[in-house]
């Protein structure tokens, strides 16, 4: 294990790493479709759509990236992804046809899967095992603010650079900050197959309620991503459906990124006394209750979208560290992997289908989709919580809900 004088470097390196990683790929889109379409007459809804393919391109690779991280590490994937990162930027930069700057985005979408959340959580969890919940969580906060960092810088550079200008200037970015502070700050991690005394340790496989543990986790992530999505794409336009002008759509929407951070500096103050499960039927609890005033169209919406929003923040955290709490260290980094593929799917796939939703079936009854999908989740939830009661009994541990 690392030692634990080394974790706010390490946590604050990646921090940065997410705040770059997360503001040049999935957000970029936000602030440069729109230059993008005007200057090169590309549709928009391909230039969009470039998100979109990343993601699966991501989805495709987090599993062979999180067994990587379970033998050799996060260091080498993370400087990888660095690497990916600023060599499709590079190539949106440069692309002269709509072609191009797509396989730009296959190139970004591999270093997504690199780079993002899921291998930052994966990394900690091999390097402080059982003890990283407060790592992930510290990272989730400082990670949380790449919208509010990247977006302006996004907008400044393409006043003053122009959109080429801005992607070439994140590739440099990841090159002269990303890359150095991963070799410099990222400790490189012993190979799991050898244990201390160099002789091979296998990793012992998953029980079957563990098995079964995974199944409902990895419902919990398609659903939470779906919904996730599909709030961020087109929160703007179902207020606006409901008769709210742009101006107060966008401000009730700017409601939701200091609901997320709140909700994680309680976390964080918490101190990690309670088992993860807790956070993540808090979330979901949360995120159904704003959902649910939101379709009952009530008019409190700003109260509905900043408890929306804490939900949504400490789900973050949740992602992390409820594998980690079910599955334990040895299987932690490989199963994040795993993992993150349908979650990341569900992503990708979310937007256009809300898109033929909205046109089907209306933003009403589209709201109450939503408030359903959270719902069945935290059903999902309640299987997680049976399962963990079926772990306990199996080892003789007592059924205790506190800090495992």
């Not at 660095?82 to 072609?99: D, E, I, K, S, W």
């Not at 899967?113 to 899921?118: A, E, I, S």
């Not at 609890?285 to 959902?291: H, Q, S």
Request: aromatic content about 8%; glycine content about 12%; charged content about 10%.
């Amino acid at each position: 294990m690392a030692d634990r004088t080394r974790r706010w470097p390490v946590i604050a390196a990646l921090g940065v790493v997410q705040i770059l990683a997360w503001g040049s790929s999935f957000y970029i889109p936000a602030v440069l479709a729109e230059p993008i379409a005007r200057d090169t007459g590309w549709p928009l809804a391909w230039i969009v759509g470039g998100l979109s393919l990343g993601l699966l391109v991501a989805a495709f690779a987090s599993p062979r990236v999180g067994a990587v991280i379970q033998r050799r590490g996060g260091r080498p994937i993370l400087a990888a992804a660095a690497l990916l990162l600023a060599a499709g930027l590079a190539v949106l930069g440069l692309a002269p046809t709509l072609p191009v700057f797509l396989a730009g985005w296959l190139i970004l979408g591999l270093g997504m899967g690199c780079g993002l959340y899921d291998p930052a959580y994966a990394t900690l969890g091999r390097l402080y095992g059982s003890e990283a919940r407060s790592a992930i969580t510290a990272l989730t906060l400082v990670g949380g603010f790449a919208s509010t960092v990247c977006w302006p810088l996004s907008a400044f550079l393409v006043a003053h650079l122009g959109w080429r200008g801005t992607c070439f200037a994140y590739a440099g970015l990841h090159l002269a900050v990303t890359l150095p502070l991963v070799l410099a700050f990222i400790p490189p991690a012993t190979p799991r197959a050898v244990a201390e005394t160099g002789r091979a340790h296998p990793v012992v496989p998953l029980a079957p309620w563990q098995a079964r543990a995974f199944l409902l986790m990895a419902g919990v992530l398609v659903l939470g991503g779906t919904i996730m999505a599909l709030v961020s794409v087109h929160l703007l336009t179902l207020l606006q459906a409901r008769g709210e002008t742009l101006a107060a759509a966008v401000a009730y929407g700017g409601l939701i990124g200091p609901s997320q951070v709140g909700a994680r500096l309680v976390e964080i103050a918490n101190r990690g006394r309670h088992h993860p499960l807790w956070t993540l039927t808090a979330a979901f609890t949360l995120v159904a209750l704003g959902l649910l005033l939101l379709a009952s169209h009530g008019p409190a919406i700003g109260l509905a979208l900043a408890i929306y929003g804490a939900g949504n923040g400490i789900y973050s955290i949740a992602r992390g560290t409820v594998p980690l709490a079910l599955f334990g260290p040895e299987h932690y980094a490989g199963l994040v992997g795993r993992l993150a593929r349908p979650g990341l799917v569900a992503q990708a796939l979310a937007p256009p289908l809300g898109a033929f939703l909205l046109v089907r079936i209306g933003p009403d009854a589209l709201w109450g989709l939503l408030a359903l999908l959270a719902v069945i989740n935290l059903g999902l939830i309640g299987g997680l919580w049976r399962m963990k009661k079926v772990g306990a009994a199996a080892s003789g541990e007592p059924l205790s809900d506190a800090r495992p």
